[in-house]
């Protein structure tokens, strides 16, 4: 911590934390679950909406960040979770492939998905021959503003419709987190959202809005389910093509979580590298029963308010999530925390995304008065919150670019061709 004194007012600052072992290990391992914690919901929400294993994902996610982590030199604070991008065209293939007579439809999913990770690793391949200057150019600050603040607003309807579910449960863990982080001294500051969870809980129980049975009924272990992909040409060219948006989407949240830990990871370690990772986990999970990952933006959301930036951190996460999908029991326990308490401190993680995106306007000077940054930045926050979607199909192929993916595709071309006058 530092005070910067402004004439009679003594404004204390939190310093980032770059480096974890300064901390005791209980300490690291507290910040670790905190992460947890924040991934937990949306990625076993993804398996229980498609039918995926859930412990294999919980068990995939961890594997895939750790491995993630060395690819990209154990430099971005990352966590892969389960990507709601492809759950569409995945229960589309579901679908075809029982109306087929068939029953492996969700393995022939995962071979769809396999191919779009693979898709991923030859971009990286164009990014490091050709360089990664190329592609940061198409990204300016007008461009990569109104990103980071759609990434975080276009997840604020999520977080309300959860904390509606209790808006009294969801009240007590945003209060405690915001109080936690704001008033909190020492370690206390840097673990708001583990505080404002336990807060939550502690009400949900005393108040008996917490449905226990999951524990009972799970296992203390229980091995993951590991199935193979199987491979279709129909269900690659349904489920393939979603990497054109999730590709965008995958550079988008790079650039805020460099923004949010002031640092340039597409120059170093390097997008190509980044890249690699996210497909290439993608690959490893879809073949082995899990499902497509992505970067999630609930974790950027902690590193915002925390400032807790050392990637070990997330490695620790990703040990838990190992032992979750390992431990069916301590999963259930997890299970049972109701989401209007996730949803409570969501409003606050999703709100420093968004925050961060604003901040990139202020940092860089980005000029209102131009009307092509005014454009830009109306284009890309209106399509990327509007619900706008452009369907796109190849004869008996087809997909849809939607949301932030959409966005970004306009901003990056209104950037190029509208003129400067």
């Given at each position: 911590?530092?005070?910067?004194?402004?004439?009679?007012?003594?404004?204390?600052?939190?310093?980032?934390?770059?480096?974890?072992?300064?901390?005791?290990?209980?300490?690291?391992?507290?910040?670790?679950?905190?992460?947890?914690?924040?991934?937990?919901?949306?990625?076993?929400?993804?398996?229980?909406?498609?039918?995926?294993?859930?412990?294999?994902s919980l068990f995939m996610a961890g594997v895939c960040t750790l491995l993630c982590h060395l690819i990209t030199k154990k430099?971005?604070?990352?966590?892969?979770?389960?990507?709601?991008?492809?759950?569409?065209?995945?229960?589309?293939?579901?679908?075809?492939?029982?109306?087929?007579?068939?029953?492996?439809?969700?393995?022939?999913?995962?071979?769809?998905?396999?191919?779009?990770?693979?898709?991923?690793?030859?971009?990286?391949?164009?990014?490091?021959?050709?360089?990664?200057?190329?592609?940061?150019?198409?990204?300016?600050?007008?461009?990569?503003?109104?990103?980071?603040?759609?990434?975080?607003?276009?997840?604020?309807?999520?977080?309300?419709?959860?904390?509606?579910?209790?808006?009294?449960?969801?009240?007590?863990?945003?209060?405690?987190?915001?109080?936690?982080?704001?008033?909190?001294?020492?370690?206390?500051?840097?673990?708001?959202?583990?505080?404002?969870?336990?807060?939550?809980?502690?009400?949900?129980?005393?108040?008996?809005?917490?449905?226990?049975?999951?524990?009972?009924?799970?296992?203390?272990?229980?091995?993951?389910?590991?199935?193979?992909?199987?491979?279709?040409?129909?269900?690659?060219?349904?489920?393939?093509?979603?990497?054109?948006?999730?590709?965008?989407?995958?550079?988008?949240?790079?650039?805020?979580?460099?923004?949010?830990?002031?640092?340039?990871?597409?120059?170093?370690?390097?997008?190509?590298?980044?890249?690699?990772?996210?497909?290439?986990?993608?690959?490893?999970?879809?073949?082995?029963?899990?499902?497509?990952?992505?970067?999630?933006?609930?974790?950027?959301?902690?590193?915002?308010?925390?400032?807790?930036?050392?990637?070990?951190?997330?490695?620790?996460?990703?040990?838990?999530?190992?032992?979750?999908?390992?431990?069916?029991?301590?999963?259930?326990?997890?299970?049972?925390?109701?989401?209007?308490?996730?949803?409570?401190?969501?409003?606050?993680?999703?709100?420093?995304?968004?925050?961060?995106?604003?901040?990139?306007?202020?940092?860089?000077?980005?000029?209102?008065?131009?009307?092509?940054?005014?454009?830009?930045?109306?284009?890309?926050?209106?399509?990327?919150?509007?619900?706008?979607?452009?369907?796109?199909?190849?004869?008996?192929?087809?997909?849809?670019?939607?949301?932030?993916?959409?966005?970004?595709?306009?901003?990056?071309?209104?950037?190029?061709?509208?003129?400067?006058?």
């Open positions: 911590m530092k005070d910067i004194d402004i004439t009679t007012q003594t404004i204390t600052v939190q310093e980032p934390i770059r480096d974890a072992k300064k901390l005791s290990v209980g300490k690291r391992i507290l910040l670790g679950m905190q992460h947890t914690f924040t991934m937990f919901g949306a990625t076993v929400l993804v398996p229980l909406i498609t039918g995926l294993d859930v412990s294999l430099r971005v604070p990352v966590f892969l979770g389960s990507s709601f991008a492809f759950i569409a065209p995945l229960l589309a293939v579901v679908e075809m492939v029982t109306n087929q007579g068939g029953s492996d439809g969700l393995a022939y999913a995962r071979g769809g998905m396999f191919v779009a990770g693979s898709i991923y690793l030859i971009v990286a391949g164009f990014v490091y021959f050709f360089g990664v200057e190329k592609i940061v150019s198409f990204f300016p600050p007008i461009v990569t503003g109104p990103i980071i603040l759609v990434i975080g607003l276009k997840l604020a309807p999520t977080a309300i419709e959860m904390a509606s579910e209790n808006w009294l449960l969801a009240v007590v863990a945003l209060a405690t987190v915001v109080i936690v982080n704001v008033a909190g001294r020492g370690f206390m500051q840097v673990i708001p959202v583990l505080i404002g969870l336990l807060a939550g809980y502690a009400v949900a129980a005393v108040t008996g809005n917490i449905d226990y049975s999951p524990i009972a009924e799970a296992a203390w272990v229980g091995l993951p389910k590991f199935q193979l992909a199987k491979f279709d040409l129909q269900s690659i060219m349904m489920i393939a093509p979603i990497a054109c948006a999730t590709m965008v989407e995958h550079i988008g949240d790079i650039i805020a979580i460099g923004a949010t830990v002031e640092d340039d990871f597409l120059k170093n370690p390097g997008l190509h590298r980044t890249m690699i990772a996210d497909g290439g986990m993608t690959m490893l999970s879809s073949m082995f029963g899990g499902g497509a990952h992505t970067t999630y933006s609930e974790n950027t959301g902690v590193l915002a308010l925390t400032k807790v930036w050392d990637p070990m951190i997330m490695r620790i996460a990703a040990v838990f999530a190992i032992i979750l999908g390992g431990v069916p029991k301590l999963a259930a326990i997890i299970r049972t925390i109701p989401s209007s308490i996730v949803g409570g401190i969501s409003i606050v993680l999703f709100g420093m995304i968004a925050a961060v995106g604003a901040r990139t306007f202020v940092e860089n000077q980005v000029d209102f008065t131009k009307s092509k940054n005014l454009i830009i930045a109306a284009l890309i926050l209106v399509l990327g919150l509007g619900g706008a979607a452009i369907p796109v199909s190849f004869g008996s192929v087809g997909f849809t670019i939607e949301g932030m993916a959409l966005a970004a595709i306009v901003g990056i071309v209104a950037n190029k061709l509208i003129p400067e006058k």
